[in-house]
Antibody, heavy 124, light 106 residues
Framework: QVQLVQSGAEVKKPGSSVKVSCKAS????????INWVRQAPGQGLEWMGG????????NYAQKYDGRLTITTDESTSTAYMELNSLTSEDTAVYYC?????????????????WGQGTLVAVSS | EIVLTQSPATLSLSPGERATLSCRAS??????LAWFQQKPGQAPRLLIY???NRATGIPARFSGSGSGTDFTLTISSLEPEDFAVYYC????????FGQGTRLEIK
């Protein structure tokens, strides 16, 4: 049974940083790519970046390059998303989403499992 | 960046009717296209991957087709629980989502 459990809601001041965690259960953590997606209020889905733990090499959407850091801790099967220099436009629900096994012969299923989402509100 | 354009923005249908949702890519994504369903207050759910493959547990009334730049998600006979927002996603070149199609009850 795969589960992705994210950390709780956050309220942040403009200019600060936020770090959201995503703890995974089910499967060998290092073989499953983790992505981060955000959704502003009433808006669509936006991919921010992702990481394959076994390679430990994150990829970031150009929009977030320099402001976003994605890391993993294999000892606790947890992925982290840290976003710096927050503005009100970063107010959104942040989701982690895990692909299927990267080493599957047919390729990993995209975004097969999702966390419950973490609301980050940025306000002065 | 590959832009995905979904149409229509809103689709109003009745239970039992057939729904056809479109997703057009700004350049070819071959078959690296997925569809997701999202209900209010919930995380998205994977429906279709590789343009035409149903994910585990997805009912047979959902089907996907297309390749290159034009893709379609078809729901053969709408059930009450199918009214939601649907997103397409490509991962041929980085990852982008379409803006979504809201499927509402007529």
């Amino acid at each position: 049974q795969v589960q992705l459990v994210q950390s709780g809601a956050e309220v942040k001041k403009p200019g600060s940083s936020v770090k959201v965690s995503c703890k995974a259960s089910g499967g060998t953590f290092r073989n499953y790519p983790i992505n981060w997606v955000r959704q502003a209020p009433g808006q669509g889905l936006e991919w921010m970046g992702g990481i394959i733990p076994v390679f430990d090499s994150p990829n970031y959407a150009q929009k977030y390059d320099g402001r976003l850091t994605i890391t993993t801790d294999e000892s606790t099967s947890t992925a982290y998303m840290e976003l710096n220099s927050l503005t009100s436009e970063d107010t959104a629900v942040y989701y982690c989403a895990r692909d299927g096994n990267y080493f599957d012969a047919s390729g990993p299923l995209p975004f097969e499992h999702w966390g419950q989402g973490t609301l980050v509100a940025v306000s002065s | 960046e590959i832009v995905l354009t979904q149409s229509p923005a809103t689709l109003s249908l009745s239970p039992g009717e057939r729904a056809t949702l479109s997703c057009r890519a700004s350049q070819s994504v071959t078959t690296s296209l997925a569809w997701f369903q999202q209900k209010p207050g919930q995380a998205p759910r994977l429906l279709i991957y590789g343009a035409s493959n149903r994910a585990t547990g997805i009912p047979a009334r959902f089907s996907g087709s297309g390749s290159g730049t034009d893709f379609t998600l078809t729901i053969s006979s709408l059930e009450p629980e199918d009214f939601a927002v649907y997103y397409c996603q490509q991962r041929s070149n980085w990852i982008t989502f379409g803006q979504g199609t809201r499927l509402e009850i007529k």
